[in-house]
């Protein structure tokens, strides 16, 4: 059945401990001394694990043991000689048949008085019964011995598995000379393997003798089996006989006051006698230990049935639980609720009425209560469990806000602690990405340990434009500046370089673009310019910038912008574009002012060409004389491709 369950006793665990430390060194304290009390109840196997703490075998050992099993002396008995004598009667016979069970001391001494234990004789056992403790079963009247007084020693041979071998008590008789003519001559002769159970009979009658504080009756029913003790007993003199009869009884009863009875009720509590502490509470009038008791009584009924009659089990428990709460026991009660599988019940319990936040928080984790979990792990500044009970309970705003709150109020930077705080932000977010709600995710990338961790994640997840608004919201203009670069925003690119100051490098960008934009946006082929979405708006902003830098600058740039202008400009306009984009060392200026020119003459009507029968003899300053002028003619049209193609070769071989 252990195996079953996957259970084990203090015998298999014994076991373990002397296999392990067979194997290994024991590594704990060692003992001068060990002195070892109730030994009776520890087993060969388990006293031998002493030899492990205490290697002075010879003299570092004392072993005391109560009566029950060992019979050893030294036990405070707080009984009077009378009850003494008769238990050393049986402990004589144990030493006559079974020497080597029990130690071969001196008889107990006790030097107060007191009466002989009483031998009852009566008729019957109902009779013996009812005529000790009354109609306790019909009028509710109950008349006993009190609290802490007196024994009642009831039919203990009549139920010994021994029946009638207690006849052998006759033949110790014979042997000591105290067998006379009126006793049974004929009696069975000792024998080991017939007897075997004598021992351990004398000894259970030796331990209810011995329970005795003054006064001890002894009543048997069945006369037969009683008979040989009882002839030992007043052959010896040990004993009185009397009638069971009403004066008798009224001698037993004794009244005990409440404290007494309280009393009385406590040391059976530390005892675990559950039945019967209820019944002294009971009668000391103290409800609340009376309800202590049948608690723990319902407990340990539970206890015993776990695992056999699962029905019954949580009957008791249950009926424990309430008991355990009526009377402000709350952590057994929870503990109850436990075994219930109420945990919710239970971790309320640990939490609100005993203050056991960690007991309280497993309670609710168990029973899938995370938000009260979290909170109860939090109350104990267990930040690593609070945010595992929050991701597996997917309560990653909840354990957002603990996070923050710890990082304002709380120093509690251990590295698990980071380790796991940083799983969980990184959990919480990629639940956000799955469900398409970026600006959630980003309130928990904000809260990342580092920039570098808010990088790696964003980038992993493609959410670039999240990436830059996070590089904005920290000031990191020009990482943002090569982030946009790498993918060809240069317009964003612009924009980053403005905020950090470098007006020079945004100008560059925002013109290059207007350049590239104005001959291939839109399926340009790259002539002639053209406008685009932007492109007045995009110059405006390059000449205020520009104008944060140098003058100078300035002129460059606006002659730039004034050539990459789509609009239609004059040929003296245009003429002086050129001259500024020389001036300027632009080779763009320059190709694009004299391919606008060529334009010019190429787009006016053939008829408003100037006829020119000769060459003039310098042509250039003829040519630049007639575009000043606004004038066409075939040979201009021919100057202003040579000199397109002129200044191309030019400027390609830097000659």
């Keep these: 059945m252990k195996t079953q369950r996957g259970e084990f006793d203090l015998g298999d665990l014994v076991n373990d401990i002397h296999h392990r430390l067979k194997n290994r060194n024991y590594e704990g304290d060692k003992m001068d001394l060990v002195y070892i009390d109730e030994v009776q109840d520890l087993s060969m196997r388990l006293i031998s694990l002493f030899k492990y703490i205490c290697e002075n075998v010879d003299e570092g050992f004392i072993f005391a043991g109560d009566t029950t099993q060992t019979i050893a002396r030294g036990i405070d008995f707080r009984t009077h000689a009378a009850v003494l004598d008769l238990a050393q009667s049986v402990i004589d016979v144990i030493y006559h048949y079974f020497i080597h069970s029990a130690d071969k001391l001196e008889p107990e001494i006790s030097h107060i008085s007191g009466e002989a234990p009483v031998l009852l004789e009566c008729d019957s056992d109902e009779n013996a019964i009812m005529t000790i403790f009354g109609d306790t079963g019909t009028s509710g009247n109950f008349f006993g011995f009190g609290a802490d007084q007196d024994v009642l020693l009831y039919n203990f041979f009549g139920t010994s598995p021994l029946n009638d071998q207690w006849r052998v008590i006759y033949e110790y008789m014979k042997k000591h000379g105290w067998l006379n003519e009126k006793l049974p001559q004929s009696f069975p002769t000792f024998s080991k393997e017939r007897h075997n159970v004598l021992c351990s009979e004398l000894k259970q009658l030796y331990v209810a ?71 002294c509470f009971e009668r000391a009038g103290d409800i609340t230990w009376e309800k202590l008791a049948k608690a723990f009584g319902f407990r340990a ?75 109860a792990y939090a109350k104990g500044d267990h930040f690593a469990n609070c945010l595992l009970v929050c991701k597996r309970g997917k309560l990653f705003d909840k354990g957002l806000e603990y996070i923050k709150y710890w990082k304002e109020h709380v120093n509690v930077r251990s590295k698990e602690v980071r380790k796991i705080e940083q799983e969980f932000l990184e959990n919480g977010a990629l639940k956000y990405h799955e469900n398409k709600d970026c600006e959630s995710m980003t309130k928990f990338v904000r809260v990342f340990s580092s920039i570098e961790s808010k990088r790696v994640f964003l980038r992993s997840l493609g959410c670039i434009d999240d990436l830059l608004s996070l590089e904005e919201e920290s000031g990191h203009f020009l990482e943002n500046a090569e982030l946009v670069r790498s993918w060809g925003d240069v317009i964003k690119e612009a924009d980053l370089l403005e905020k950090t100051g470098h007006f020079k490098e945004a100008v560059v960008l925002l013109v290059s673009y207007v350049f590239f934009s104005s001959l291939w946006e839109n399926g340009n082929r790259g002539w002639p310019l053209k406008n685009f979405y932007q492109k007045e708006k995009l110059c405006e902003k390059v000449k205020l910038l520009e104008k944060m830098d140098s003058d100078l600058f300035y002129n460059y740039i606006c002659n730039e912008l004034n050539v990459l202008s789509h609009k239609r400009s004059s040929l003296s306009e245009l003429k002086n574009d050129l001259v500024v984009s020389k001036e300027n060392n632009s080779l763009t200026g320059e190709v694009l002012s004299i391919r606008k020119i060529l334009d010019a003459h190429l787009h006016i009507n053939v008829s408003k060409y100037e006829w020119e029968d000769e060459l003039p003899v310098d042509i250039k300053k003829h040519c630049e004389d007639k575009v000043f002028q606004n004038s066409v003619s075939g040979v201009g049209v021919c100057y202003s491709v040579l000199l397109a193609v002129g200044t191309t070769f030019y400027k390609d071989k830097g000659a």
């Design 209 to 279: 003798i011995t329970r005795t504080r003054q006064r001890l009756w002894i009543c048997e029913n069945k006369k037969e089996l009683s008979k040989p003790m009882f002839d030992y007993w007043k052959m010896k003199g040990l004993v009185q006989i009397r009638k069971l009869d009403s004066s008798v009884v009224q001698s037993m009863w004794v009244a005990s006051t409440p404290q007494e009875w309280w009393e009385r009720g406590k040391k059976l509590f530390y005892e675990n006698n559950f039945v019967m502490e209820t019944l």
């Design 301 to 375: 009924s539970a206890d015993q049935i776990r695992g056999t009659n699962h029905e019954s089990f949580l009957g008791y428990v249950r009926e424990a639980a309430g008991i355990f709460e009526s009377i402000r026991k709350f952590e057994s009660a929870a503990s109850c609720y436990c075994d219930l599988g109420e945990f919710e019940i239970a971790g309320k319990l640990y939490l609100n009425k005993c203050g056991k936040v960690d007991v309280a928080a497993e309670c609710f984790t168990l029973s899938r209560c995370y938000t009260e979990a979290a909170e």
